[in-house]
C-alpha cells in the first residue's frame, strides 16, 4: 500500500491522501446526493394525500401542507448548492444542513398528529436508514442528524403521544437504535470500501507509471561504449561485436534505413 493510504476512524493518516481522495470522489456524492432528492421530495409531497385523509380541508392540512412544501423548496435549494459546491469541506456543510433540514420536517409534520397516532415512527426510521445509506459523507457526519432525529422523535413519543399498546413505545425505540447501529456500520463498511479503493487505484497507477519509467529505461542507450576504431562495431555485454545498427536496434525503439551520405559519395565516385 502507499504510505499515508491507512485509515484510521474513516479518514486516510496523511491529510494530503485524504485531501486527494474527497477531490476525486466529491463530484460522484454530489450526484449522488442530487439523485437521492430527487427521490425523496416528491416521496414527501405524496404525502400531502394522507394528510388530507387524516385532517380533511382545515387548518391543520393548511399547516402540513405548508411545512412540505416548504421543505421541498429548501430542499432543492441546498442541494443545487450542494451540486455547485467547490470543495469537500463545503459539500460536508451543505450535506449536514440537507439533512437536519429533512429531520426537522419529519418532527414537525410528526407534531400535528394525533396523539395516538404513531405511523409516522416507520418513515422517522427508514428516513434514518436513509441518513446513513444514501448520502455519503463520513459516517460521523451523519450520526449527527441521525440521532437528531432518533431522540426527537423518541422523546415525543414518550412524552407527547399517546401509544396504544405497552409494547409499542418498546419496539419504536428498539427500532431506532437498531436503524442507527446497524446504519453506522454500514456507512462505515462503504467508507472504508471506497477508501480502500481509492488507495488501490492510486498505488496501481504509481506501478504503472514506474513501469514505464523502467521500460524507458532499458530502451535507453546509457553510459560509454566500446566501438572499434576502424569498422565501428560495438561490443556488447557477453564480448560480441556488433554493427552499430543492430546494437542500437536491440536497445532501443529505432530502426536503421541506409543511405550514402555525400561525402562517401564524393569519395569512392558513386555518381
Not at 446526493?33 to 427521490?39: D, H, M, N, Q, S
Not at 449527527?144 to 422523546?155: D, Q, R, T
Not at 427500532?175 to 467508507?191: C, D, K, P, R, W
Request: net charge neutral; aromatic share 8%; with cysteine.
Amino acid at each position: 500500500m502507499l504510505e499515508g493510504s491507512q485509515v484510521s476512524r474513516f479518514r486516510f493518516s496523511d491529510p494530503d491522501e485524504e485531501s486527494r481522495f474527497r477531490r476525486a470522489v466529491l463530484s460522484r456524492d454530489q450526484r449522488q446526493a442530487a439523485v437521492v432528492t430527487a427521490l425523496v421530495i416528491p416521496v414527501g409531497l405524496v404525502f400531502l394525500v394522507s394528510d388530507y385523509a387524516l385532517f380533511g380541508w382545515s387548518g391543520a392540512f393548511a399547516r402540513v401542507a405548508a411545512i412540505r412544501i416548504a421543505w421541498a423548496l429548501l430542499g432543492i435549494m441546498n442541494v443545487l448548492l450542494i451540486s455547485r459546491a467547490k470543495t469537500a469541506e463545503g459539500y460536508d456543510r451543505l450535506l449536514l444542513v440537507f439533512l437536519l433540514l429533512v429531520a426537522a420536517t419529519l418532527l414537525a409534520v410528526d407534531s400535528t398528529r394525533p396523539p395516538t397516532y404513531t405511523g409516522n415512527a416507520i418513515i422517522e426510521v427508514l428516513a434514518v436508514l436513509a441518513f446513513y445509506v444514501g448520502a455519503r459523507t463520513q459516517p460521523y457526519r451523519q450520526l449527527f442528524p441521525a440521532a437528531v432525529l432518533s431522540v426527537g422523535a423518541c422523546a415525543m413519543l414518550l412524552t407527547v403521544k399517546e401509544p396504544e399498546g405497552v409494547l409499542t413505545p418498546v419496539v419504536v425505540l428498539v427500532s431506532f437504535a437498531l436503524a442507527n447501529v446497524m446504519g453506522f456500520l454500514l456507512s462505515g463498511y462503504i467508507e472504508l470500501s471506497r477508501r480502500t479503493e481509492h488507495a488501490h487505484l492510486a498505488e496501481e497507477t504509481k506501478l504503472r507509471v514506474s513501469l514505464q519509467e523502467a521500460l524507458q529505461e532499458i530502451r535507453t542507450l546509457r553510459g560509454i561504449l566500446p566501438i572499434c576504431a576502424y569498422c565501428k562495431k560495438i561490443r556488447d555485454e557477453v564480448g560480441d561485436w556488433r554493427p552499430v545498427e543492430v546494437y542500437v536496434r536491440d536497445r532501443s525503439s529505432a530502426e536503421f534505413s541506409h543511405s550514402l551520405c555525400p561525402d562517401c559519395v564524393a569519395r569512392y565516385d558513386l555518381d
